[in-house]
Structures are given as structure tokens and as C-alpha cells.
């Protein structure tokens, strides 16, 4: 096992560079980079999100290479150039970015006085808030709902189960977000939790049990939406996992020596029906955390890494872009590592030496 995990952590750099490689060959063909944003902006035009001017008959200008720099000084083209970067090759650009990464120096923000590192160490608390409580309570709930699916299969339980489970997957995420407002932020019905932010205004002068509980109260409808869109599918593989071990010789010869329903199931059947289980998590985290949030931060105006990361690319803000990507990246290939750490700590008999 040790071999393994010293031959998956190599791998990680490898894996980084090859994802920055192949997104910032991408981005060299990509319309719309953040010259061309600015200069829309200097000519007071709109940039849609493709990055195309939505400017009725403007022409290129033939001197230049970029949309929208028709009127605009050749000097003030360069300076922006300049500013963002682009007066240099673009291996330059990339070797130079690779060392900053190395040492996790993301850069400054095109848009915003402050260091990519800066930016997303201020919006990671609520990303992580959002993420730690919503993958928790999925897995508190969906498995022994699961598992009580699978020992019940068939019966009205399981059938009245399975209608939330399906309603749950069906429905999408922010519609259970706008539901919730409706009903209980103050948007037609109770004004029972707050619309937006993390904390309250008056957060500082709150004692440490009033900061707990107004934290909790924030959190309380985005949370809850989460878990109502993502519980569905880990509560059916959770049952299906069961099932399949429940209907395996191994348990019908338990059964037949004798052993009580209480010991087959956990102290057989549920080692290696979680397995399945336990391999999902690192995805469902990573799920949580960033992409499944992005929705869930816009509708309750919670700036956490999702939107942080969405605004970036609406903007062609490359250092954001490229920081939030190389975090996303890092933490999905640690958090894999870690499941495949926990399968062998589980399962014994599975081995990665060969791997």
C-alpha cells in the first residue's frame, strides 16, 4: 500500500500539468480575452458570455487582432497587452505560470486589487460550510435509509421511500431553493430564516453560542436544499449495493449457521456493500463543494469558490480561472487518494500494489 500511495502522489504533479496544459491551449483560441473585454468596456459595449461584442456594425480594425479596437489608440492596445500579460509569447506566458504554480502563487486578479490566494481564501469558508454540512447529512440520511430500503424491499416503506427519493433526483437543486425562499425567507409566506450571507451584520458583537446559532441559521436553507438534491442517488446506490450482497451465497450460509439478522448485515454484508459507497465520495465532496454549490451561492448571494469561479470566466479573468481550476483539480486527486485509502482500510483484501 505504501508503494502505491508514493506512486499515486508522483502522479499529482503530472495530473496538475497535464490539466494546465491542456486548459491553457484552450483558452489561447478562446474569443473574448480580458484585452477585448476591457476594450468593449472603453467603447461602453456589452461582452456576452462567449466573449463576442454585441456591438451592431462595429468592424475590425485591421491593424489589430482584436474585436472591439477600432477607434482605440495602437498604444492603448499595447498597454493592455502589457497589463494582462500578453505582450509576451505564449510559452513564456505558460513556463512562467508553471513556476508560480509550483509555489502556489496564483497571480493578481485582472479585475480586482486583491491576489487569486487572497480570493479564495475568503470565499473557501462558505464553500466549505455548504459542502462539509451538505455531503454529512446526505450520508447520515441517504445511508441508513438505504439500507432500511434494502431489508424492506418491497414493502409500503420502500414504496413511500421511493417516491421522495425519485421526487428529490427529479426536481432540480434551485428549484428547492426558490421553494424554500417562497416559503420561509420572507418571500410570500414566513420570514423564518435570512435571504443572504453567511453570518449577520452584527456577527463580531455576538457572544460565541449566538455566533454558533446565527451561523446555523444562515445555513439552514441552503443546506437543506443541497441534501434534497443530492441524497436521491446515494440512497439508491446505498440500496441497490445491499440488495446485491443480501441475495449473495455468504449470506444465505450465515443464515443457515445460525446467525441473527443484526450480525449478517453489519458484520458482513455492510463491509462490502459500502465499498460502492465509500468510492463515490470523493466525487459527491467535490460535487458539494464546488460545482453543485455554484447555483445554490447565486440564489442565496453566498460568495463562496463556485461563483467566485463562474465570475471569472464571464469576465475572462485568467488567473482566477486558472487558481480556482488548479485548487479543484488538487483537492479531487487528494480526496480520491483518500478513498482508495479508506477501501483498503475497510476491505483488507483489496490490494493496489499492482496498481
Known amino acids: 500500500m505504501r508503494n502505491y500511495i508514493f506512486k499515486r502522489i508522483l502522479l499529482i504533479p503530472l495530473t496538475l500539468l497535464g490539466i494546465l496544459t491542456i486548459n491553457f491551449v484552450i483558452v489561447q483560441f478562446a474569443p473574448g480575452g480580458p484585452v477585448e473585454h476591457t476594450l468593449a468596456k472603453f467603447q461602453g459595449m456589452n461582452v456576452s458570455a462567449t466573449g463576442k461584442l454585441a456591438s451592431a456594425g462595429a468592424e475590425l480594425a485591421k491593424s489589430s487582432r482584436y474585436q472591439g479596437a477600432q477607434g482605440v489608440p495602437e498604444d492603448m492596445v499595447k498597454e493592455l497587452e502589457k497589463q494582462f500579460g500578453f505582450d509576451k509569447p505564449a510559452y513564456q506566458r505558460f513556463g512562467k505560470m508553471l513556476l508560480d504554480y ?41 445511508i441508513p435509509l438505504g439500507i432500511k430500503k434494502a431489508v424492506l424491499d418491497g414493502s409500503r416503506f420502500d414504496i413511500w ?72 442517488s446515494l440512497t439508491m446506490l446505498t440500496k441497490n449495493s445491499f440488495l446485491d450482497e443480501i441475495n449473495k451465497q455468504y449470506v444465505m450460509t450465515a443464515r443457515a449457521k445460525g446467525l441473527s439478522e443484526n450480525r449478517i448485515l453489519y458484520g458482513h454484508v455492510f463491509r462490502n456493500a459500502m465499498l460502492i459507497v465509500i468510492a463515490g465520495f470523493p466525487s459527491l465532496l467535490i460535487k458539494m463543494l464546488f460545482t453543485g454549490s455554484l447555483l445554490i451561492e447565486v440564489i442565496f448571494s453566498l460568495n463562496g469558490i463556485g461563483l467566485l469561479g ?18 479543484f483539480a488538487l483537492l479531487g486527486l487528494v480526496l480520491k487518494l483518500i478513498s482508495d485509502i479508506t477501501y483498503s482500510l475497510i476491505d483488507p483484501r483489496i490490494s493496489f500494489e499492482r496498481i
Open 102 to 142: 509550483a509555489r502556489f502563487d496564483f497571480g493578481k486578479s485582472f479585475y480586482q486589487d486583491k491576489t487569486v490566494a487572497r480570493l479564495i481564501w475568503e470565499r473557501m469558508p462558505v464553500s466549505i460550510s455548504l459542502g462539509f454540512w451538505s455531503t454529512l447529512i446526505i450520508y447520515l440520511v441517504a
Open 310 to 327: 463562474y465570475e471569472a470566466i464571464m469576465t475572462r479573468d485568467y488567473p482566477v480561472i486558472f487558481g480556482t481550476m488548479y485548487i
Open 161 to 232: 421511500t421511493s417516491f421522495a427519493v425519485i421526487l428529490g433526483s427529479a426536481i432540480p437543486v434551485f428549484l428547492f431553493a426558490v421553494f424554500l425562499i417562497v416559503f420561509f425567507a420572507g418571500g410570500t409566506y414566513l420570514q423564518w430564516f435570512p435571504l443572504h450571507g453567511l453570518t449577520s451584520d452584527n456577527w463580531d458583537s455576538l457572544s460565541c453560542f449566538g455566533k454558533i446559532k446565527d451561523y446555523f441559521w444562515h445555513i439552514t436553507l441552503p443546506v437543506t436544499a443541497m441534501v434534497i438534491g443530492g441524497f436521491a
